[in-house]
């Protein structure tokens, strides 16, 4: 499926797919064995210009469109998700949090440093005991003279044992999601630990971290936004968080198809091509439908983006069929390729792990249908 891109976007996804194949698609399962993507290769990413991609010119980035951002996440989805998180996270979640809410010094600081892929950032909203209940979050900031003093516990932080800076909301006021504020706490500030968390279904090539924060002194410079902001910044960025995990998930039913078409037409079963079995064309006929569809709705979202129009309801609609589709296609994918799909010479158990994760994070396909049903009905089912 094509709609219309101009010259740059397609040049874009053409070069990012040609680097992707040759540089990421031969080692992925090497790295989800070994539980850690090579980093040598974050260099590499940052010179195509991932790390950069809605970052403007003048911080270092490439300073595109959101509608070619999408085709990153896409094609990065398609090749490795565990390298679309790392993006996703450091030039998504983090970058677009300092380039929307940051003063010119916190952008001169940490945005070029961010695109050039010299700093990795991470996001540090979820704890222990608040997931889906962000605005209820118990970290917590005290003012200290010219200081604040943060103390509290993060859970599920994507490049959280690799980022340079954090992204930490953390509570000023008890006054629920009004009391939250955000903070740049670069990691080896004194009282800040994170401990990587193993044993992962999927996503094993990127680093999942706990983080721990023990009288973290930060000067009140390091304060995104104003006192009372940090729940907004992190709704608002989330909500751009929620097209890039979509995207990632158009990318990862365009590679469930792929490879169940390729795997289908030449294994021969019976004296046939597996593709000539009617059941066999309906699992992939529905990954087809699935990835057309949810590219769609990404694409919508990035058009919104890019006219300055509310995207926040389309996102979690593109969230939410995108993430359920990509579990859909990657259980069809084994189906396809049958007792091969359930071992790792072929890449279909690989792309079932990742996309487990795809309707948790970044709001659980649950959140994202309170979301949807709050829109449509203007009744808040959250309380
Ligand atoms: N953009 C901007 N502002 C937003 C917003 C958004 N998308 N969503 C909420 N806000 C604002 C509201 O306007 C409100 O502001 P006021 O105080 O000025 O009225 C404030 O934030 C509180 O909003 P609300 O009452 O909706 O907050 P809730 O605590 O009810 O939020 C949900 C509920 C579930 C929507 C929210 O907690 C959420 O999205 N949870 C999922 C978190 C998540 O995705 N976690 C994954 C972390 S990253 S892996």
């Not at 595109?64 to 679309?84: I, N």
């Not at 380039?99 to 010299?118: C, I, N, R, S």
């Not at 983080?211 to 907004?232: M, T, W, Y």
């Given at each position: 499926?094509?709609?219309?891109?101009?010259?740059?976007?397609?040049?874009?996804?053409?070069?990012?797919?040609?680097?992707?194949?040759?540089?990421?698609?031969?080692?992925?399962?090497?790295?989800?064995?070994?539980?850690?993507?090579?980093?040598?290769?974050?260099?590499?990413?940052?010179?195509?210009?991932?790390?950069?991609?809605?970052?403007?010119?003048?911080?270092?980035?490439?300073?595109?469109?959101?509608?070619?951002?999408?085709?990153?996440?896409?094609?990065?989805?398609?090749?490795?998700?565990?390298?679309?998180?790392?993006?996703?996270?450091?030039?998504?979640?983090?970058?677009?949090?300092?380039?929307?809410?940051?003063?010119?010094?916190?952008?001169?600081?940490?945005?070029?440093?961010?695109?050039?892929?010299?700093?990795?950032?991470?996001?540090?909203?979820?704890?222990?005991?608040?997931?889906?209940?962000?605005?209820?979050?118990?970290?917590?900031?005290?003012?200290?003279?010219?200081?604040?003093?943060?103390?509290?516990?993060?859970?599920?932080?994507?490049?959280?044992?690799?980022?340079?800076?954090?992204?930490v909301?953390?509570?000023?006021?008890?006054?629920?999601?009004?009391?939250?504020?955000a903070f740049l706490v670069?990691?080896?500030?004194?009282?800040?630990?994170?401990?990587?968390?193993?044993?992962?279904?999927?996503?094993?090539?990127?680093?999942?971290?706990?983080?721990?924060?023990?009288?973290?002194?930060v000067?009140?410079?390091a304060r995104?936004?104003?006192?009372?902001?940090?729940?907004?910044?992190?709704?608002?960025?989330?909500?751009?968080?929620?097209?890039?995990?979509?995207?990632?998930?158009?990318?990862?039913?365009?590679?469930?198809?792929?490879?169940?078409?390729?795997?289908?037409?030449?294994?021969?079963?019976?004296?046939?091509?597996?593709?000539?079995?009617?059941?066999?064309?309906?699992?992939?006929?529905?990954?087809?439908?699935?990835?057309?569809?949810?590219?769609?709705?990404?694409?919508?979202?990035?058009?919104?983006?890019?006219?300055?129009?509310?995207?926040?309801?389309?996102?979690?609609?593109?969230?939410?069929?995108?993430?359920?589709?990509?579990?859909?296609?990657?259980?069809?994918?084994?189906?396809?390729?049958?007792?091969?799909?359930?071992?790792?010479?072929?890449?279909?158990?690989?792309?079932?792990?990742?996309?487990?994760?795809?309707?948790?994070?970044?709001?659980?396909?649950?959140?994202?249908?309170?979301?949807?049903?709050?829109?449509?009905?203007?009744?808040?089912?959250?309380?």
């Amino acid at each position: 499926m094509d709609l219309t891109l101009t010259e740059e976007q397609q040049a874009f996804r053409d070069l990012a797919r040609d680097f992707l194949e040759r540089e990421a698609v031969p080692h992925r399962t090497q790295w989800d064995r070994d539980e850690q993507v090579d980093l040598a290769i974050i260099p590499k990413m940052a010179e195509i210009g991932f790390f950069g991609l809605t970052i403007p010119e003048e911080y270092g980035g490439l300073g595109g469109d959101y509608l070619t951002y999408v085709l990153g996440m896409e094609e990065l989805g398609r090749a490795d998700s565990a390298l679309r998180g790392i993006v996703s996270v450091s030039n998504g979640l983090f970058g677009k949090s300092v380039l929307g809410f940051g003063t010119e010094e916190q952008k001169q600081e940490w945005l070029p440093q961010v695109a050039a892929g010299t700093a990795l950032g991470c996001f540090g909203l979820t704890e222990p005991d608040t997931g889906s209940d962000a605005g209820n979050l118990t970290s917590r900031a005290r003012r200290d003279g010219d200081d604040y003093v943060i103390n509290g516990q993060k859970l599920f932080i994507t490049n959280g044992t690799w980022a340079k800076v954090a992204l930490v909301f953390a509570r000023t006021s008890d006054d629920g999601p009004r009391g939250v504020t955000a903070f740049l706490v670069p990691t080896d500030t004194p009282g800040f630990e994170a401990r990587e968390v193993k044993g992962k279904l999927g996503l094993r090539g990127q680093a999942t971290a706990e983080l721990f924060l023990s009288d973290v002194r930060v000067p009140a410079s390091a304060r995104l936004g104003e006192e009372g902001q940090g729940f907004k910044i992190a709704m608002t960025t989330l909500d751009k968080g929620r097209v890039s995990v979509a995207a990632g998930c158009v990318g990862l039913v365009q590679a469930c198809l792929e490879s169940s078409v390729s795997y289908a037409t030449s294994r021969t079963q019976f004296g046939r091509p597996l593709a000539s079995f009617q059941l066999v064309q309906e699992l992939i006929s529905d990954m087809s439908v699935d990835a057309d569809a949810a590219r769609l709705l990404v694409w919508r979202c990035a058009d919104l983006i890019d006219r300055g129009e509310p995207f926040g309801t389309a996102a979690s609609k593109a969230k939410l069929f995108a993430s359920e589709a990509a579990v859909r296609a990657a259980n069809n994918a084994i189906q396809v390729y049958g007792g091969a799909g359930y071992v790792d010479e072929y890449p279909a158990e690989k792309y079932l792990r990742d996309a487990r994760v795809m309707t948790l994070y970044e709001g659980t396909s649950q959140i994202q249908k309170l979301l949807i049903g709050r829109a449509e009905t203007g009744v808040n089912a959250f309380v």
